[in-house]
């Protein structure tokens, strides 16, 4: 019998409480103004996005497409470097010495470079460490 009795004690400042905000809100709030007859007015036209500056180094890609490798960032252990490249700005991957990316092969990895190399041809890939630290365009 007890139980009974402290349950209800207990749920009953609950229940006055969820009426006595009921009540508030009811009085408080106003009412949403009625709608606008002719509807609402068009939106303000978006500007167009700013360009996008790519700090990577094209090189040709597979069927004539151009591929971009970026080097975001070089770590290294004595002798042994890795450098993060993000490819096709789509997705980052970790290379070092000897990795293969796209059928590029990486040749070497420098303090602030990347080296890849695809039939004959090398490129040099650096860090470009001004790209995020410029002021944003509005």
């Known amino acids: ?10 749920l009953l400042p609950a229940l006055a409480c969820a009426e ?19 509807g609402l007015p068009p ?3 978006q500007a167009p996005p700013p360009p996008v500056v790519n700090s ?12 971009v490798f ?9 002798k042994v470097r890795k450098a993060y490249l993000v490819v096709d700005g789509r997705y980052g ?3 070092r010495e ?3 990316v796209q059928s590029w092969k990486v040749v070497a990895v420098g303090d602030d470079y990347v080296d890849v190399a695809h039939a004959g041809k090398r490129k040099r890939l650096l ?6 630290s410029g002021p944003e365009q509005r």
């Open 1 to 10: 019998m007890f139980n009974k009795l402290l349950v209800l004690l207990l």
């Open 20 to 38: 006595t905000i009921d009540s508030f809100a009811k009085n408080a709030l106003a009412p949403a103004p009625a709608a606008i007859p002719g």
């Open 43 to 45: 939106l303000p036209s």
């Open 56 to 67: 990577g180094t094209a090189l040709p890609g597979k069927n004539g497409s151009s591929q």
């Open 70 to 78: 970026d080097v975001v960032f070089i770590q290294g252990n004595g």
């Open 93 to 95: 991957k970790m290379v």
């Open 98 to 100: 000897g990795d293969v």
């Open 127 to 132: 860090m470009d460490a001004g790209a995020a």
